[in-house]
């Protein structure tokens, strides 16, 4: 009706925020952000050898961290293989502000990748010995043991997920090396055991039904 027709954006307008600059500022903030996302998994995707690249999965995010001596923001890019092989790195920017010469100055060895790839474990990035850190100077998780999660185990964005229960906080397995942890392992429900590399949406999240 034209009453429908003329009413529907008035009720819109009500609805704008009050200082249009301010949103204009997020808005682009939030574009910048993106952008870097798509820059930075461009780039990790290319720079995985050609060889194992086919069904990889890259995944960037920003991370807020807790401790005082690092950046307020980092930016975690997980790796995923179509294996199950994966793993993470951080590095201490916000994404828009990370470089290619960056990431790749942080980014796993061939041989690394190479063992994700057939799903094998591979530390990184590599620790000294002597950087053990003692369990409670670790950040806070976001899910407990026995809370019902999702967990990203395929290529695909919205198939590649499986439900399961967190079994572990701080795993680690013998023969990985010093200070090397996964923040959770989980039980999927199909009775396959994983870690989650890190705690990040883009890897795991909460179960809602």
Same mark, same amino acid.
Request: net charge negative; glycine share 8%; with cysteine.
């Given at each position: 009706?034209?009453?429908?027709?003329?009413?529907?954006?008035? &009720?819109?307008?009500?609805f704008?925020?009050?200082?249009?600059?301010?949103?204009?500022?997020?808005?682009?903030?939030? &574009?910048? =952000?993106? !952008?870097?996302?798509?820059?930075i998994?461009?780039?990790?995707?290319?720079?995985?050898?050609a060889?194992?690249? =086919?069904?990889?999965?890259?995944?960037? &995010?920003?991370? #807020?961290?807790? +401790?005082?001596?690092?950046? $307020?923001?980092?930016?975690a890019?997980a790796?995923? @293989?179509?294996?199950?092989?994966?793993?993470m790195?951080?590095?201490?920017l916000?994404?828009?502000?990370?470089s290619?010469?960056?990431?790749?100055?942080? @980014? $796993?060895?061939? #041989?690394?990748?190479?063992?994700?790839?057939r799903? %094998?474990e591979?530390?990184?990035? $590599?620790?000294?010995?002597? +950087?053990?850190?003692? @369990?409670?100077?670790?950040?806070?998780?976001?899910? !407990?043991?026995? #809370?019902?999660?999702?967990? =990203?185990?395929?290529? !695909?964005?919205?198939?590649?997920?499986?439900?399961?229960?967190?079994?572990?906080?701080?795993?680690?397995? $013998?023969?990985?090396?010093?200070?090397?942890?996964?923040?959770?392992?989980? %039980?999927?429900?199909?009775?396959?055991?994983? @870690?989650?590399?890190? !705690?990040?949406? &883009?890897?795991?999240?909460?179960h809602?039904?």
């Amino acid at each position: 009706s034209a009453f429908n027709s003329f009413f529907r954006p008035l &009720q819109f307008t009500m609805f704008l925020p009050k200082n249009e600059a301010a949103n204009a500022d997020i808005r682009a903030a939030e &574009q910048a =952000r993106r !952008d870097g996302y798509t820059r930075i998994e461009a780039w990790a995707t290319e720079a995985i050898p050609a060889e194992i690249r =086919r069904g990889v999965t890259i995944t960037v &995010q920003e991370v #807020q961290c807790g +401790d005082p001596e690092c950046a $307020p923001i980092d930016t975690a890019v997980a790796i995923m @293989f179509p294996s199950g092989g994966r793993g993470m790195l951080g590095l201490p920017l916000e994404a828009k502000d990370v470089s290619k010469e960056a990431l790749l100055e942080s @980014f $796993p060895t061939a #041989q690394v990748l190479l063992a994700w790839s057939r799903g %094998e474990e591979a530390e990184w990035p $590599p620790m000294d010995d002597d +950087d053990e850190q003692d @369990f409670s100077e670790r950040p806070p998780l976001r899910f !407990d043991v026995g #809370q019902r999660v999702v967990c =990203r185990v395929g290529p !695909d964005p919205v198939t590649g997920w499986a439900p399961g229960r967190v079994i572990m906080l701080w795993y680690r397995e $013998p023969t990985w090396p010093a200070n090397s942890w996964a923040p959770y392992k989980i %039980e999927l429900d199909d009775g396959r055991n994983i @870690f989650a590399p890190g !705690d990040v949406d &883009q890897i795991i999240r909460e179960h809602n039904g």
